[in-house]
């Protein structure tokens, strides 16, 4: 079964720090992946995604992500992190189809210390 | 600004009370899913729902859970009876069914039975 794969669950950063969050997935066919972004008490809003091109995607508040096909990632990263980042960051994935169905990583919590 | 918006935000109840939670997608999304967020199993999805007829519910206990769309601007998700396993945030998502498509996440039900 296609799954997605957030290695690290809990991340502590202090302010200017650089982020990355690992994503994987398991699936051999062509994906859209997704990072969204819960801030504590909200709702799940889109930070970014890749459909297709250029492998390095910008979203919004300064974060990128990188899609690797020969490693199944899409790892998420930022420079220099702010104490509003401060997130639960969920990573997810829809296999190529008229669905529009996603499967979720288990979401990595980011905390970041002033 | 369009938005999801989910009713109520947040409901107290005691275990056996019937529960019942709505969701009105974006106008002109055909596609509505509904998630439930807890600590120990992250965001798993329930249903989901095309041109209001259901495509899957795998992923929703059948005895006690049931999901419609009424018309095109609602989706109901109806627990009944309710237990304290069921406490947790439930959102509603609503898209379009093309690969690439964002789902856009509704405020989410904090739900708590007693």
């Known amino acids: ?45 889109l930070l970014l995604k890749y459909f297709s091109g250029d492998p390095l995607v910008k979203g919004i508040k300064g974060f990128e992500a990188e899609f690797i096909k020969s490693k199944f990632s899409f790892n998420l990263r930022k420079p220099s992190v702010q104490w509003s980042d401060t997130a639960e960051y969920f990573c997810a994935v ?21 | 600004d369009a938005r999801v918006t989910q009713t109520p935000r947040h409901k107290v109840t005691e275990m056996g009370q019937e529960v019942t939670m709505r969701c009105q997608p974006i106008l002109g999304h055909n596609t509505v899913f509904w998630y ?11 249903a989901y729902f095309r041109n209001r007829a259901p495509l899957d519910d795998s992923g929703m206990p059948k005895d006690r859970f ?8 609602l ?3 109806k627990i009944q009876p309710s237990e304290p396993r069921d406490s947790a945030v439930y959102f509603c998502a609503s898209g379009l069914p093309n690969p690439g498509e964002t789902q856009y996440f509704g405020p989410g039900t904090r739900l708590l039975v007693l």
């Open chain 2, 75 to 77: 989706a109901t998700l």
């Open chain 1, 1 to 45: 079964a296609q799954s997605v794969s957030q290695h690290n669950h809990h991340v502590i950063l202090s302010e200017a720090a650089s982020l990355e969050l690992g994503c994987n997935y398991s699936y051999g066919g062509t994906v859209n992946l997704f990072w969204y972004v819960q801030y504590p008490g909200q709702h799940l809003q």
């Open chain 2, 36 to 46: 439930r967020q807890t600590m120990m199993q992250g965001l798993e999805l329930l």
């Open chain 1, 94 to 114: 829809n296999i190529w189809s008229n669905t529009g169905k996603l499967i979720f990583g288990q979401g990595t919590t980011l905390q970041v210390k002033p």
């Open chain 2, 66 to 73: 049931s999901a419609e769309m009424p018309d095109a601007t």
